[in-house]
């Protein structure tokens, strides 16, 4: 069976980091496979269809995901730094013209994506919301979230979910 993926990061490379869950708790894998990746690309919305994927690049994938999450968690190893520049200076395509002016279809290759995301995740870190990464308040959930919101005091992941079981539990332990 397939796992789903979630999407409460609010960017790409900050979802990318939830495709192991439950790290805290009990860590299960999302992308165990290389297809994994490639719908998780496409689901992502980074690709109109799913990527090939070998074997050795959904392990370099994982090896950018984990830097990503330690820096986005403020756990960061010495070389994570070097593992997301890496991918960041690759060369990406460029969107390309047709003689009809408009726009040709491509399509980004595995490789390509991690360097998309590696240039998202610092963009995050060195933006406006670098300091608003956050780790969701609930205790069975890992799940990282930028915080986007005015006043900067979101505690959850998604209001759906972790958030409404806060509430329940706060009505509970009113009686
Ligand atoms: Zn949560």
Redesign the pocket.
């Known amino acids: 069976m397939q796992t789903s993926f979630t999407w409460?990061g609010g960017r790409p490379s900050v979802d990318f980091t939830a495709t192991l869950g439950k790290r805290q708790q009990a860590p299960f894998e999302r992308i165990p496979e290389p297809a994994d990746l490639g719908r998780w690309f496409q689901e992502a919305g980074l690709a109109q269809v799913a990527p090939q994927v070998s074997r050795a690049v959904r392990g370099l994938a994982v090896e950018l995901r984990e830097a990503l999450y330690r820096l986005f968690s403020g756990t960061a190893l010495p070389a994570d730094v070097g593992v997301v520049n890496r991918w960041s200076s690759r060369r990406l395509p460029g969107p390309r013209l047709t003689a009809e002016r408009s726009l040709e279809g491509t399509s980004p290759t595995a490789t390509d994506l991690l360097g998309v995301l590696a240039r998202d995740g610092i963009d995050l870190l060195t933006g406006p919301l670098g300091g608003r990464i956050r780790t969701?308040a609930?205790d069975d959930?890992s799940?990282l979230f930028v915080d986007a919101s005015r006043a900067g005091r979101r505690r959850?992941?998604?209001m759906n979910?972790?958030g409404a079981r806060a509430k329940m539990a706060t009505y509970r332990s009113a009686d």
């Open positions: 409460v969701c609930a959930c799940l959850w992941c998604s979910t972790c």
